[in-house]
C-alpha cells in the first residue's frame, strides 16, 4: 500500500554532515507520524527522531543537538539533518511511516562515518 525510499546516506568523516531523505508513494493518504531510526552492528534499532503530521518532533539523546528532522506533507517526504556525524553514528538508517494502523518500512540507507 504504501512504499519507502530512503536516500542520502553515504560515508563521510567525523564532523561531517548528511542529509537523510525519506518519500513514502502509493496509498499516502492519511499519513501518520514519521521516523528514523538506526540499527548498528550487534544493536538493536533505535530511534533516532520521529515528528508528526503537525511538525512535533522527539529525538534519540545520543543525537539531540546534531539531528534535525523535518517533512514535507505535501510531498509525504520526510528528512534528517545531521551534523557534526560521531562514528557511532554509524548505522543503517531507515525511514517509518505510520498509516492507518500500520508501519511501513524503507529498506535502509547506509550512513558510515570514519575518525
Known amino acids: 500500500q504504501v512504499q519507502v525510499v530512503e536516500s542520502g546516506g553515504g560515508s563521510v568523516q567525523a564532523g561531517g554532515s548528511l542529509r537523510l531523505s525519506c518519500a513514502a508513494s502509493?496509498?499516502?493518504?492519511?499519513?501518520?507520524?514519521m521516523g528514523w531510526y538506526r540499527q548498528a552492528p550487534r544493536k538493536q534499532r533505535e530511534l533516532v527522531a520521529n515528528i508528526t503530521p503537525g511538525g512535533n518532533s522527539n529525538y534519540a539523546d545520543s543525537v539531540k543537538g546534531r539531528a534535525t528532522i523535518s517533512r514535507d506533507n505535501a510531498k509525504n517526504a520526510v528528512y534528517l539533518q545531521m551534523n557534526n556525524l560521531k562514528p557511532e553514528d554509524t548505522a543503517v538508517y531507515y525511514c517509518?511511516?505510520?498509516?492507518?494502523?500500520?508501519?511501513?518500512w524503507g529498506q535502509g540507507t547506509q550512513v558510515t562515518v570514519s575518525s
Open positions: 502509493g496509498s499516502t493518504f492519511g499519513i501518520g507520524p
Open positions: 517509518k511511516v505510520f498509516r492507518l494502523g500500520n508501519d511501513y
